[in-house]
């Protein structure tokens, strides 16, 4: 994992492709926590925002707070969050919480990767607000699946559309959501990509 090292394409808030990198969605209104400790008797939050926006693509997870801009996503000189990643690699132990209450949540725990600004393995939660997070933790579980059994980057795939808040009627949609068991479900480049991944791409 990496703070504050993901670049933006210029006059937007989408992040820059890696090489052979294809995004598969992005959800809006999502809180972001980055903790340590096991929970007992609590954790330590080390970085967390309120809002922003999470991406998921076939290589990667990225984070960007709601007042993250292009001028602002990489400045790892600062120990504010301004933007995190995480290669599907470095995540473990996935799990998406559908309480009967409150919005559901996505969470794993976070390796870091050298040069990452993130010293020590982390817990990493992801509420999502608005909704949208079954098909965000659908994707990232196939992905770390897909990786884990091959041993390779999944190639290039369509992505889905994304989920930017509820629509008018999402009330009883949302309530088929709370109520589905989904234990069954199967889980331009830059020189200055974020820490990490030039050795994963070497491999």
Known sequence: MALNAVMLQQGTRHPVPLPNENFLYHCNGVKF??????????????????SGT??????RIVF???????ATSVNPSTSMLHSF???HVNLRDQKFAQPLFGANRFEAVATPVRGGNVPATARLVLTFKEGGGFDFATIARKMSQRISETGEIP?????LPSY????????????????????????????????????????
């Open 164 to 203: 930017d808040g509820p629509p008018a009627d999402a009330g009883a949609a949302d309530s088929q959501l709370r109520n589905h068991d989904a234990s069954n479900d199967p889980p331009s480049y830059s020189a200055d990509a974020p820490p990490g991944y030039e050795q994963h791409e070497r491999r």
């Open 155 to 159: 190639p290039h795939e369509e992505e």
């Open 54 to 59: 999470v991406f998921v693509s076939n290589k």
């Open 33 to 50: 926590e980055l903790k340590s400790g096991d929970g007992y008797p609590g954790d330590t939050v080390l970085f967390n925002s309120g």
């Open 64 to 70: 960007l707070p709601a007042e993250t801009t292009h």
């Open 85 to 87: 990643t995480i290669p």
